[in-house]
C-alpha cells in the first residue's frame, strides 16, 4: 500500500489508460449499439472538456480528495484517526462508504433542480459510450470535489483508500458507460455485485422513471437495497431512446461551450422535462419498472 501512495499518479494514469484502451478495443469489436451521431462528433466535445476539468482541479482546486485525507492524517482529524484500526479495515469501510454516498450524490443530483442543471449535461449525450463517463459540467466537477474533501476528512480516510476509490471512480465510469455487449449470463452475474454497461445504460434512458434508476457507479446493490433498481429498459437496449431530447432540439450540446452553458438554458427546457415527467408518471407502459421492484422487494 505504501507503494501506491508513494506512485499515486504514475498508478492512477496508468490503470486509466489501461482500462480506457481495453474498453476503447471492446466498444469497436463487440459494440452494443449503433451510435446515432459520429465519434469525431460527440468524442471532440467530450474529450475537451474533460481535460479542461482536469486541468481547473489540478491547477485551482485548493486540494483534492487524495490532500485531503493527507491532510487529515497529518493533523489526527476524522474517525479512523481517533481509533487504532487495522489500515485494511480502514480502507475497506472507506471504499464502501464513499461508495455509498457517490450513490446518494447522484440520487441527489437529479432529485434536486438547480443539482439537476449541472447534471443534465451528463445525460444530455444523445449516445453513450466510455467518453460519456467522463462528460460533466465543471461545476458539477468541483462540486463533487468538495463532497468527497469533506467526506474524506471526516472518516480520516487511509491515503491509499483514497488513491484507491478515485481510481476505482474513473475506472468504473468508463466501463458501465461503454457501449459493450456483455453475454446475457456474464451480465446477469456480474451485476449481481457491480454495475454493468446495461445496467447503467437504462439510467441514461429519455423516459423519466428509467432515467432516475440505477445510480450506482460500482457496486449494484445501493440500488436494490434502495428500490430505484430497473434490470431492463422498456423498449430493450436497441430500441430505447439515449440522451434528453429537448436539450438537443435546445441547444448544440456536443460541444464545450454548449455543454457549459446548458444550465443557463434551463427555463427553455424546464416546462418540456416537467411535462414530460407528469406524463410518463401516470403512462401505463412503466407498470414494468413497479412489478420488478416488488418483485425484488419480495
Known amino acids: 500500500m505504501n507503494w501506491i501512495e508513494a506512485h499515486e499518479a504514475g498508478f492512477r494514469l496508468s490503470l486509466f489508460v489501461a482500462v480506457l484502451a481495453v474498453m476503447?478495443?471492446?466498444e469497436w469489436r463487440w459494440p452494443k449499439r449503433k451510435l446515432t451521431r459520429t465519434r469525431r462528433e460527440r468524442w471532440s466535445g467530450n474529450i475537451l472538456l474533460t481535460v479542461f476539468n482536469t486541468l481547473t482541479l489540478r491547477?485551482?482546486?485548493?486540494?483534492?480528495?487524495?490532500g485531503a485525507a493527507s491532510l487529515a492524517a497529518a493533523s489526527g482529524f476524522g474517525i479512523f484517526n481517533q481509533f487504532s484500526l487495522p489500515e485494511w479495515v480502514a480502507v475497506f469501510v472507506t471504499l464502501v462508504v464513499m461508495d455509498m454516498a457517490i450513490w446518494y450524490q447522484h440520487k441527489l443530483f437529479h432529485q434536486i433542480p438547480w443539482l439537476w442543471r449541472l447534471h443534465l449535461v451528463h445525460h444530455a449525450d444523445m449516445d453513450i459510450d466510455v467518453t460519456t463517463g467522463a462528460r460533466f459540467h465543471t461545476v458539477e466537477i468541483w462540486l463533487s470535489m468538495a463532497i468527497k474533501c469533506v467526506l474524506v476528512a471526516l472518516l480520516g480516510a487511509p491515503v491509499v483508500a483514497v488513491i484507491v476509490f478515485e481510481t476505482l471512480l474513473s475506472?468504473?465510469?468508463?466501463f458501465n458507460h461503454s457501449n459493450v455487449r456483455l453475454p446475457k449470463r456474464l451480465d446477469a452475474w456480474l451485476r449481481r455485485v457491480i454495475v454493468t454497461p446495461d445496467m447503467h445504460r437504462v439510467h441514461?434512458?429519455?423516459?423519466f422513471h428509467e432515467c432516475?434508476?440505477?445510480?450506482g457507479f460500482n457496486l449494484s446493490c445501493w440500488d436494490r437495497w434502495f428500490n430505484s433498481y430497473v434490470p431492463q429498459p422498456r423498449k430493450g437496449h436497441q430500441g430505447m431512446r439515449i440522451g434528453l431530447n429537448e436539450v438537443g432540439q435546445a441547444t448544440d450540446a456536443s460541444r464545450v461551450w454548449g455543454?457549459?452553458?446548458?444550465?443557463?438554458?434551463w427555463r427553455i427546457l424546464q416546462r418540456a422535462?416537467?411535462?414530460k415527467k407528469e406524463h410518463w408518471a401516470?403512462?401505463?407502459?412503466?407498470?414494468?419498472?413497479q412489478k420488478s421492484r416488488e418483485t425484488i422487494r419480495r
Not at 475506472?171 to 468508463?174: I, L, R
Not at 441514461?204 to 423516459?207: D, E, P
Not at 455543454?259 to 438554458?265: D, F, H, N, Q, S
Open 24 to 26: 476503447l478495443v471492446a
Open 204 to 207: 441514461h434512458s429519455t423516459r
Open 59 to 66: 491547477v485551482l482546486a485548493p486540494v483534492s480528495a487524495v
Open 259 to 265: 455543454m457549459l452553458r446548458l444550465p443557463l438554458r
Open 212 to 215: 432516475n434508476a440505477n445510480y
Open 282 to 289: 401516470h403512462e401505463p407502459g412503466d407498470r414494468h419498472i
Open 273 to 275: 422535462y416537467q411535462n
Open 171 to 174: 475506472g468504473m465510469a468508463m
